[in-house]
């Protein structure tokens, strides 16, 4: 068994440097096999450099007055698998971590933290990259994910793939910690694999698809850090959900994991964890006892994370590619490689929801049988630590035959409002669906939740046929996003890519809670750039003249648009170049009646809405 899960990995490496060798049904080896395939960055052939040379920093994005707003652009590389996290005792304080990758040989892969500290109204990028000491080279890694906790420090966690000075791989897991909002970090490893070759010779673990959550209550055990990860131990021929609790207060992050999963099970993979008020920690995972029928699972520990209950089932996921017999229909623009279900269990903490309720999403195209109807999201919920689930809902209401929604996220607002998010194909005109929007939906009734309302919170669609190349070097989006909340927001983060080349930016929107249909985007938005900040309009309330101060890093050129509340233009100042500085623009729609206006300032950079009250 042991030969046989290292030649199957040594078919990952091999693929890596343009190599094919036929499959193995050894589950562990296509786990480690799709793991290594996810996360290696720069490919091990003499591959033509695929690195950015014609890229045009300088192009503006143009884009209609809607939600989204672009976190991000690096001009140097791709940037995926977006996760942000909200400081818990300074909501103004939000993070937002990406893996970026630019191919080559030089720097091929990063990753890339952005920070605010006035609740998205200005950004800056961490000088923090995550990369090695000089004495090894990165070939790959990714999954960043965040954590507040309760002290209000933030911890990262992360997986670099390196090759060292004697020419052996290692997979290491970080943990940085930041205790200034994000700006800046300290790093160290704190697991790192048996050195192997390029055909896995000495290889016996791989960790992958952690989440974290930290308990911020005064209970037992507050305080305590729960890293959730998949263990592929290759040495033992298993497989295993598992554990790894530190505290805040620890000086040092050691990887001492528990298993939650048993031995027993053919497959295990994706992990999500959450708690509730009483401190029960609840893991969420995909997997399969026998191979034949997979399924959302979830365990719970009410010690701390010491022992967790047996598996408990929250429904039967049809995974594309494992499920015995399944047809092998891939979602275009996400690698047949990438391809998970992508479960997400999240607790309402509320007062005013249903406390203690479990949701958990996930994307499938069935439950027990392939249903032609396209890839949909699922939710079920429990109300009663777990143990029983209510019957799977299809989430998106499209009534398109085989439009694909897909990677979905969710969150509970703090007065209980379940809230999701994902990528939706229902706004192509043909068969293709090539073009997919990132969508919001979300329920104010809480006694029967109802997702009918939902709608695009991007501008304008992503062509999916082409986000993998040639930039970001057939990685495409990764298969998460993550979603934060206060009282009257949810702020989802979300990558895609409007020129259609590859180069995935970070996009966020900030979508009020109140139950009102958004659907032809006018809000305050917020671009995430640390090269445009725009301070707040002046007088507000005003008669119909006011101000905007626009501070500008870099030069570019602006053009102002102002809109009423039916999307209709009232008023425009034509594109023009703005120097390096602070700019004060005083705008005049005292001939216009309409109680409100939304301003919306056009740049290199990418677009920053404003609401005016006139009165």
Same mark, same amino acid.
């Given at each position: 068994?042991?030969?046989?899960?290292?030649?199957?990995?040594?078919?990952?490496?091999?693929?890596?440097?343009?190599?094919?060798?036929?499959?193995?049904?050894?589950?562990?080896?296509?786990?480690?096999?799709?793991?290594?395939?996810?996360?290696?960055?720069?490919?091990?052939?003499?591959?033509?450099?695929?690195?950015?040379?014609?890229?045009?920093?300088?192009?503006?994005?143009?884009?209609?007055?809607?939600?989204?707003?672009?976190?991000?652009?690096?001009?140097?590389?791709?940037?995926?698998?977006?996760?942000?996290?909200?400081?818990?005792?300074?909501?103004?304080?939000?993070?937002?971590?990406?893996?970026?990758?630019?191919?080559?040989?030089?720097?091929?892969?990063?990753?890339?933290?952005?920070?605010?500290?006035?609740?998205?109204?200005?950004?800056?990028?961490?000088?923090?990259?995550?990369?090695?000491?000089?004495?090894?080279?990165?070939?790959?890694?990714?999954?960043?994910?965040?954590?507040?906790?309760?002290?209000?420090?933030?911890?990262?966690?992360?997986?670099?793939?390196?090759?060292?000075?004697?020419?052996?791989?290692?997979?290491?897991?970080?943990?940085?910690?930041?205790?200034?909002?994000?700006?800046?970090?300290?790093?160290?490893?704190?697991?790192?694999?048996?050195?192997?070759?390029?055909?896995?010779?000495?290889?016996?673990?791989?960790?992958?698809?952690?989440?974290?959550?930290?308990?911020?209550?005064?209970?037992?055990?507050?305080?305590?850090?729960?890293?959730?990860?998949?263990?592929?131990?290759?040495?033992?021929?298993?497989?295993?959900?598992?554990?790894?609790?530190?505290?805040?207060?620890?000086?040092?992050?050691?990887?001492?994991?528990?298993?939650?999963?048993?031995?027993?099970?053919?497959?295990?993979?994706?992990?999500?964890?959450?708690?509730?008020?009483?401190?029960?920690?609840?893991?969420?995972?995909?997997?399969?006892?026998?191979?034949?029928?997979?399924?959302?699972?979830?365990?719970?520990?009410?010690?701390?994370?010491?022992?967790?209950?047996?598996?408990?089932?929250?429904?039967?996921?049809?995974?594309?590619?494992?499920?015995?017999?399944?047809?092998?229909?891939?979602?275009?623009?996400?690698?047949?490689?990438?391809?998970?279900?992508?479960?997400?269990?999240?607790?309402?903490?509320?007062?005013?929801?249903?406390?203690?309720?479990?949701?958990?999403?996930?994307?499938?195209?069935?439950?027990?049988?392939?249903?032609?109807?396209?890839?949909?999201?699922?939710?079920?919920?429990?109300?009663?630590?777990?143990?029983?689930?209510?019957?799977?809902?299809?989430?998106?209401?499209?009534?398109?035959?085989?439009?694909?929604?897909?990677?979905?996220?969710?969150?509970?607002?703090?007065?209980?409002?379940?809230?999701?998010?994902?990528?939706?194909?229902?706004?192509?005109?043909?068969?293709?669906?090539?073009?997919?929007?990132?969508?919001?939906?979300?329920?104010?009734?809480?006694?029967? #939740? $109802?997702?009918? +309302?939902?709608?695009?919170?991007?501008?304008?669609?992503?062509? *999916?046929?082409?986000?993998? /190349?040639? %930039?970001?070097?057939?990685?495409?989006?990764?298969?998460?996003?993550?979603?934060?909340?206060?009282?009257?927001?949810?702020?989802?983060?979300?990558?895609?890519?409007?020129?259609?080349?590859?180069?995935?930016?970070?996009?966020?929107?900030?979508?009020?809670?109140?139950?009102?249909?958004?659907?032809?985007?006018?809000?305050?938005?917020?671009?995430?750039?640390?090269?445009?900040?725009?301070?707040?309009?002046?007088?507000?309330?005003?008669?119909?003249?006011?101000? #905007? $101060?626009?501070? +500008?890093?870099?030069?570019?050129?602006?053009?102002?648009?102002? *809109?009423?509340?039916?999307? /209709?233009? %009232?008023?425009?100042?034509?594109?023009?170049?703005?120097?390096?500085?602070?700019?004060?623009?005083?705008?005049?729609?005292?001939?216009?009646?309409?109680?409100?206006?939304?301003?919306?300032?056009?740049?290199?950079?990418?677009?920053?809405?404003?609401?005016?009250?006139?009165?």
């Amino acid at each position: 068994m042991k030969n046989r899960i290292l030649s199957l990995v040594a078919v990952a490496i091999m693929l890596f440097a343009g190599v094919f060798t036929a499959n193995s049904q050894n589950v562990i080896k296509e786990r480690v096999k799709r793991a290594l395939n996810e996360k290696m960055f720069m490919k091990l052939s003499k591959e033509k450099d695929r690195t950015r040379k014609d890229f045009d920093t300088d192009k503006i994005r143009e884009r209609d007055l809607k939600l989204d707003i672009q976190v991000a652009d690096d001009e140097e590389g791709s940037e995926a698998e977006i996760f942000a996290a909200i400081n818990p005792k300074d909501s103004n304080n939000i993070v937002v971590s990406a893996i970026n990758f630019r191919g080559g040989f030089v720097k091929p892969m990063s990753i890339s933290t952005y920070y605010t500290y006035d609740f998205g109204t200005t950004w800056q990028k961490s000088e923090f990259d995550g990369l090695p000491t000089p004495t090894t080279s990165m070939f790959g890694g990714g999954d960043p994910v965040l954590v507040y906790d309760k002290e209000g420090n933030l911890h990262l966690t992360y997986i670099t793939l390196e090759l060292n000075a004697s020419f052996m791989f290692n997979e290491y897991f970080y943990h940085a910690v930041s205790k200034d909002g994000g700006k800046t970090w300290t790093t160290s490893p704190f697991f790192k694999s048996t050195g192997f070759d390029a055909q896995l010779n000495g290889i016996e673990e791989f960790l992958d698809k952690q989440w974290m959550v930290c308990d911020n209550s005064d209970g037992e055990f507050g305080g305590n850090i729960y890293l959730g990860l998949v263990n592929l131990n290759i040495k033992d021929s298993v497989s295993n959900i598992q554990i790894n609790v530190t505290h805040a207060s620890d000086s040092v992050y050691v990887y001492e994991p528990v298993n939650v999963t048993p031995d027993s099970f053919f497959f295990v993979q994706f992990t999500s964890v959450d708690i509730d008020e009483s401190g029960n920690l609840y893991v969420g995972y995909i997997g399969s006892p026998d191979s034949l029928k997979y399924y959302f699972y979830n365990s719970v520990s009410q010690d701390g994370g010491k022992t967790f209950s047996d598996p408990r089932k929250i429904s039967e996921v049809y995974y594309t590619g494992f499920t015995k017999g399944s047809k092998k229909d891939y979602i275009v623009g996400i690698s047949k490689q990438r391809y998970f279900p992508s479960p997400y269990i999240v607790i309402d903490k509320s007062e005013d929801g249903n406390p203690n309720r479990i949701y958990a999403t996930w994307t499938a195209p069935g439950i027990e049988k392939f249903e032609e109807t396209g890839y949909d999201i699922y939710l079920s919920y429990s109300d009663d630590l777990g143990v029983n689930w209510s019957e799977p809902m299809i989430v998106n209401n499209d009534s398109k035959a085989g439009a694909d929604q897909f990677y979905s996220c969710i969150n509970v607002s703090p007065k209980g409002i379940p809230i999701l998010t994902f990528y939706d194909k229902r706004a192509n005109s043909d068969s293709t669906n090539h073009l997919t929007n990132y969508y919001v939906t979300y329920s104010t009734n809480l006694e029967d #939740i $109802d997702f009918s +309302l939902q709608y695009p919170i991007t501008s304008e669609p992503t062509d *999916f046929a082409k986000i993998q /190349k040639p %930039i970001n070097q057939d990685f495409g989006i990764g298969e998460y996003n993550k979603m934060v909340t206060t009282e009257h927001f949810a702020i989802p983060f979300w990558g895609d890519n409007r020129d259609n080349d590859g180069d995935i930016n970070i996009y966020m929107a900030l979508v009020p809670l109140d139950g009102v249909d958004y659907s032809v985007g006018l809000n305050e938005i917020n671009l995430v750039s640390d090269n445009i900040s725009v301070g707040k309009i002046y007088p507000n309330p005003s008669s119909g003249v006011f101000n #905007i $101060d626009i501070d +500008l890093k870099k030069a570019t050129d602006v053009k102002i648009e102002v *809109f009423d509340v039916l999307g /209709k233009m %009232i008023y425009q100042r034509d594109k023009s170049k703005y120097s390096q500085g602070k700019h004060s623009v005083k705008i005049n729609v005292e001939n216009h009646k309409t109680e409100n206006c939304f301003v919306l300032i056009k740049t290199n950079y990418g677009n920053i809405v404003r609401k005016v009250v006139l009165k």
